[in-house]
């Protein structure tokens, strides 16, 4: 018995208050299960709960789903597949990259070079498009390159002026997900057709909805792999770099390995968020890589109280998430989640 | 101890290069359309205004009453989210009976897309045919206005967010809870402090530095909330229910008026940095203190 467990009357009352949360936490999600299993008399006719003893259940509303009559939901349920995956996988290890060299590495940027590079994207962009005449992307580019060389160039030479830390970066990086997504998914639709005059076609392809999600899912994971890494005990690092170990060979080599907990967790948060994501892949899909929610949800206003067709497709929307969640409880069992960072 | 090596350019340069592409765009448009009058529909030059837009938005009684109506369902849901979740990472971390099944169930709503659980939501809370309306007509309610009457509809958005992301802050406590050491708990029993006093003296402080991450993230997010009031009630009855970015929606993709709606959503920028600033202000003492 260790001092972990609970004693007495406590130990009840936590499993009561457990159970309850269980209760409301399982309701909606066997409620939808059943639903897509009862027929249109069964749902007008008030509420039911069990299969075969209060209501017959029937395969309608799945046959009517698998058989394409809903829309497309193979093609669907393979876009939201891979681009799901492959954005949280890119998310994941260029986050995480950039996390540890945030907790490990020194940093200094002056604020001037950052206020160089805003002001010449702006300027840039600005003049490109009203007094060069040229379209947005093409001044959008220039500005882009223009800003980016004279701020590394910028960086070479002494500046005055404050000195930005690790902390301010990071913090930089978080603050990009407090815009509010929705001028964000407009913008980058405008900046996706542009891009597609150009003849790189973005809008409604894979590398376009990747791109975006990979962007948008980087705050999250530097921020959550930073306060991973940060707990990682430095010695063994230390004891490495005395024998010389290369850098890049701990970070792969060592810290890796050890924060596989935080990695996988991670990676699980971001593809929950870009599994969901529903803004961003209605302005920047149409047709052939359009995601699962927005499929879901248009069966909403297409089909008013159809509620078991709604729900069946909802459940093609849920249940991924939740094997996820089953192959990730079996990791925890284990024990990858849970010994591995003491 | 941070250390110095040139390789810390390989490490970074590909997530700065990613996050500034994708989100310097984005921000120049938006800013300079927010000084212009700049309609879609129908189409007219796009005109310099100065600061028109957001005197015209400040001016605006709905954009106050959509402001306080996100900020009561983000305030509200993420106080109850914490406490929740709090309680049951505490009761997880615990060993309480059924642990390993309660520790994955418990993170399944997470995982839901918004969009479903929001028409989930809708069957459950039908008036007629709903089986909350059955159990509230047990206890001689019946008919209940759930989506269609402001006080109901605000509760009913409110429960579907803390149905939703209570996990996420679950998680997120119970990461950090299994950190503490033992030792710490081993001293306090042995100098007789009970249950209470050893969360108030031991775990609150040392959990402080995670839970202020994890409500600032959730305060953040629920700021942004759209698709679940889109679909519940969509920001019916009236704009009772209408949160920031769905009048963000109404006004940039219904009316195309993308010059207001840049400015609206740089006002919604700033309205949470200062409350994220506000926030970490307030909590800055207390996180040195504990130190």
């Known amino acids: 018995m260790s001092v972990r467990d609970l004693k007495g009357n406590g130990r009840w009352w936590a499993l009561a208050g457990c159970l309850l949360w269980l209760a409301f936490t399982f309701f909606p999600l066997y409620w939808v299960a059943i639903t897509s299993f009862k027929s249109p008399l069964g749902v007008v006719g008030g509420p039911t709960y069990l299969p075969f003893v209060d209501f017959e259940p029937t395969l309608t509303a799945w046959s009517e789903l698998l058989s394409g009559q809903r829309g497309q939901f193979y093609n669907t349920f393979m876009a939201s597949t891979i681009v799901g995956l492959s954005a949280s996988v890119i998310a994941t290890a260029v986050g995480s990259m950039a996390a540890y060299a945030l907790v490990r590495f020194t940093f200094e940027v002056k604020l001037l070079t950052g206020v160089i590079f805003v002001v010449v994207a702006f300027g840039g962009y600005l003049l490109g498009r009203h007094v060069a005449g040229f379209g947005q992307a093409t001044s959008l580019i220039y500005a882009f390159v223009a800003a980016l060389a004279l701020a590394i160039g910028s960086s070479r030479i002494r500046l005055p002026g404050p000195i930005l830390g690790n902390d301010d970066i990071v913090f930089w990086f978080v603050s990009q997900r407090m815009f509010p997504p929705i001028v964000a998914a407009f913008a980058l639709f405008l900046m996706y057709t542009e891009m597609g005059k150009l003849g790189f076609k973005l809008v409604d392809t894979y590398t376009g909805l990747t791109f975006a999600y990979v962007a948008f899912s980087l705050p999250i994971v530097i921020w959550l792999m930073r306060d991973f890494f940060a707990a990682l005990p430095i010695e063994v690092e230390e004891a490495a770099m005395v024998d010389n170990v290369p850098s890049w060979r701990i970070f792969f080599g060592i810290v890796v390995p050890m924060s596989k907990p935080g990695l996988i967790a991670t990676f699980m948060i971001t593809l929950a968020f870009v599994w969901n994501e529903f803004l961003f892949a209605l302005f920047l899909t149409n047709s052939r890589w359009q995601t699962l929610p927005i499929l879901v949800a248009g069966q909403n206003s297409q089909r008013g109280d159809e509620w078991w067709s709604i729900s069946a497709a909802a459940l093609v929307a849920i249940i991924p998430m939740v094997i996820m969640a089953g192959i990730l409880s079996r990791l925890m069992r284990s024990g990858l989640l849970l010994g591995a960072i003491k | ?291």
């Open chain 2, 1 to 291: 101890m941070t250390r110095n090596d040139p390789i810390k350019h390989f490490f970074i340069w590909p997530a700065l290069l990613i996050v500034l592409v994708i989100s310097i765009f984005p921000l120049i448009y938006s800013l300079t359309t927010s000084f212009m009058s700049l309609r879609l529909v129908p189409p007219i030059p796009p005109r310099f205004v100065g600061f028109g837009n957001y005197a015209e938005l400040l001016q605006n009684p709905r954009f106050w009453h959509v402001a306080w109506t996100t900020t009561i369902i983000a305030f509200i849901s993420v106080a109850l989210q914490y406490v929740i979740g709090f309680s049951v990472a505490l009761a997880l971390n615990r060993n309480v009976p059924g642990e390993g099944l309660f520790r994955v169930s418990f993170l399944l709503p997470m995982l839901v897309a918004p969009v479903a659980v929001a028409l989930i939501a809708r069957q459950i809370l039908n008036p007629t045919m709903g089986p909350l309306n059955e159990l509230m007509t047990i206890f001689g309610f019946p008919n209940l206005p759930f989506l269609t009457q402001t006080r109901w509809a605000i509760g009913a958005i409110i429960s579907v967010e803390v149905w939703q992301w209570t996990p996420f802050v679950m998680l997120m406590l119970l990461a950090g809870l299994q950190t503490l050491p033992d030792d710490v708990y081993e001293a306090a029993a042995l100098e007789n402090a009970n249950s209470w006093q050893q969360f108030w003296g031991i775990t609150f402080p040392m959990m402080l530095p995670i839970s202020v991450a994890v409500v600032f993230i959730r305060l953040i997010e629920s700021y942004k909330i759209i698709d679940t009031v889109f679909v519940m009630t969509g920001g019916g009855p009236g704009i009772s229910t209408e949160t920031l970015t769905l009048f963000a929606y109404q006004e940039g993709f219904k009316k195309f008026n993308l010059g207001y709606t840049s400015a609206l959503s740089f006002l919604f920028l700033i309205v949470i940095t200062v409350i994220g600033l506000v926030y970490l202000a307030i909590l800055k003492p207390y996180l040195e203190k504990h130190k």
